[in-house]
């Protein structure tokens, strides 16, 4: 069964047949109802290699997330997949362990053109092998992006969802604040310390070097910090927190501890994923649009690959805090 085939039983031209099988809006509802018809009638599968080699394209993109066990990442993943399957593109995730060798190793992907471009979430390479790489090949930055790289990226304003958080605990009655952030220098969790301590700043409080915990976004890492907060001579009040999951650890064990969270001492997350809204208790955070992340970025993407010198661009899309019964007034 062939294109031709396709053509005499819906009783049109083959360029016809083919700009339905591309999407070409030119053709009339009732035609392409028709070929459409023909095609589910004699079961035609269009030739896509061949459609794809004419185009020199291959509908695949690649979207690199540094792990595949962090919930924060799915939803990125589903918009990039709602928006890359209205143009008949081909999603896959892959895991980069943090680790920048394998990272690397991916990109051969595009230069043995198995990929017509890559979504990062959290790169590792230095901001020169970005730049290098953007000129060649369509790429775009989601969540995470190397500053100071005239790359395209969307993200949200990572500082000031800090300072929202941290102004927002210092609205209901604490000074003594903590913060378990993350060292990776990614520029969220720059920017998110630098926001609290802004705040701190601006509403003259002292900043105390003991309050301050940096390790990773991991559910251990809010264990551990926790234990190290609570082994102080004047542990905090409230805690912000660079992830939900450093949260979750961070509520652990202070439940182990006998300690109540939202009457004890308060607890802030970062992210809103699902954890957040259903733990006990639920979470307050800061909401990321992740969802809608993942759909900007493809459509960035599309948009470098369809002309890979069109502009970038560099899209800061809104958060919100989502207060629950982590947090209480002192």
């Excluded at 939803?75 to 920048?100: F, L, P, Q, W």
């Amino acid at each position: 069964m062939n294109i031709q085939d396709v053509a005499r039983e819906a009783g049109v031209s083959v360029a016809t047949v083919s700009r339905v099988i591309n999407h070409n809006e030119k053709v009339s509802t009732n035609t392409k109802n028709k070929v459409l018809k023909a095609i589910d009638k004699l079961q035609y599968t269009p030739n896509l290699l061949g459609r794809n080699l004419r185009k020199k394209r291959t509908y695949k993109v690649l979207v690199l997330v540094p792990t595949l066990s962090n919930e924060f990442y799915s939803e990125i993943v589903r918009g990039v997949e709602d928006v890359a399957n209205e143009e008949n593109y081909y999603v896959m995730v892959c895991s980069t362990h943090s680790n920048k060798e394998k990272e690397k190793a991916y990109l051969n992907m595009f230069y043995n053109h198995l990929i017509d471009g890559i979504i990062f979430t959290a790169p590792e390479m230095s901001g020169d092998a970005m730049i290098d790489i953007a000129n060649n090949y369509p790429v775009i930055q989601c969540s995470e992006y190397i500053k100071n790289t005239d790359v395209s990226w969307v993200s949200i304003d990572n500082h000031q969802a800090s300072i929202d958080a941290i102004q927002y605990l210092i609205d209901i009655g604490h000074r003594e604040i903590a913060i378990i952030g993350s060292e990776n220098g990614f520029v969220s969790s720059i920017k998110r310390k630098q926001g609290y301590l802004d705040t701190l700043k601006q509403n003259n409080i002292q900043i105390n070097n003991d309050y301050i915990i940096q390790s990773d976004y991991e559910f251990q890492d809010g264990i551990d910090g926790c234990k190290k907060l609570l082994n102080l001579s004047k542990p905090p009040t409230a805690i912000f927190c660079g992830s939900d999951a450093i949260a979750v650890g961070v509520i652990r064990q202070l439940t182990k501890q006998g300690i109540v969270v939202g009457k004890d001492i308060s607890v802030i997350g970062f992210d809103d994923t699902h954890l957040a809204a259903y733990y006990n208790p639920p979470i307050t955070t800061v909401s990321q649009p992740r969802y809608d992340m993942g759909k900007v970025a493809m459509e960035l993407l599309l948009r470098k690959i369809n002309n890979i010198n069109c502009k970038n661009e560099y899209i800061t899309l809104d958060h919100k805090l989502t207060i629950r019964e982590s947090t209480l007034a002192k």
